[in-house]
């Protein structure tokens, strides 16, 4: 079972401030996906990242994935109250073969952001 | 568009019913998974599919049975509820195995079982 280490668990800022959220294992994943979850609703995808050392960023939201394939990041700047939510990443494993898009997902992040 | 669609959305049973939790999609997609998360957790792979009559076991599929007899539909069979069950569930589909490719969630069913 490949394991996905994602901190911090719980983050409450205030609003305009910047934060960043870490996802690490000791596997390499053939890709790495961010969601986004909000009470009720199931995760939604923002980013996929595929290639090591590959950055993303999606408005005010910034993805990278490690080098080696064995870590990424969530940086937000200027944190809104409409970033509230549970971040969760999600890694694609191939052990030498196909994972048919099975997924393995880290713990999540719940985010605060207080106006 | 519906895409992935869960029912029902809560259900309280009590230890050693069963039920069946539904989802169907209307994206033709040929993979379909379903997941687990419980409070605090990430989302656990239960039973995924890769195609109409293609099941096969996740990460925790002990407790569930699963089936897959058109490509819209992939019901999740709980036999003998136990408290450890209780979790909320998501259905989730693709339209292909390539690392890129995204997963559609549904809204989720919650399930307490006491």
């Known amino acids: 079972t490949q394991l996905l280490e994602q901190s911090p668990q719980f983050l409450s800022i205030q609003e305009g401030e910047n934060l960043t959220v870490y996802c690490n294992s000791s596997?390499?994943?053939?890709?790495l996906q961010w969601y986004r979850q909000e009470p009720g609703e199931g995760p939604v995808l923002l980013v996929t990242?595929?290639?090591?050392?590959e950055v993303k960023k999606l408005k005010r939201l910034t993805f990278q994935f490690g080098d080696a394939r064995k870590d990424s990041s969530l940086h937000i700047t200027a944190a809104q109250p409409g970033d509230t939510g549970l971040y969760l990443c999600?890694?694609?494993?191939?052990?030498?073969?196909?994972?048919?898009?099975?997924?393995?997902f880290g713990q999540g992040t719940i985010l605060t952001v207080h106006p | 568009n519906a895409g992935v669609t869960q029912t029902p959305k809560f259900r309280i049973l009590k230890i050693g019913q069963s039920m069946t939790l539904q989802c169907t999609q209307d994206?033709?997609?040929?993979?379909m998974y379903w997941y687990r998360q419980d409070p605090g957790m990430g989302l656990k792979l239960i039973y995924y599919?890769?195609?109409?009559?293609?099941?096969d076991k996740g990460e925790v599929p002990n407790g569930y049975n699963v089936s897959r007899s058109t490509t819209e539909d992939f019901p999740l069979r709980l036999e003998l509820a136990a408290p450890s069950q209780t979790s909320v569930y998501f259905c989730?589909?693709?339209?292909?195995?390539?690392?890129?490719?995204?997963?559609?969630f549904g809204q989720g069913t919650r399930l307490t079982v006491v």
């Open positions: 999600a890694g694609e494993w191939n052990a030498g073969g196909t994972s048919y898009g099975k997924l393995t």
């Open positions: 989730a589909s693709s339209y292909s195995r390539k690392p890129n490719t995204e997963a559609f």
């Open positions: 596997s390499v994943f053939s890709s």
């Open positions: 599919s890769v195609g109409a009559g293609i099941t």
């Open positions: 994206m033709n997609h040929n993979y």
């Open positions: 990242v595929v290639t090591g050392g």
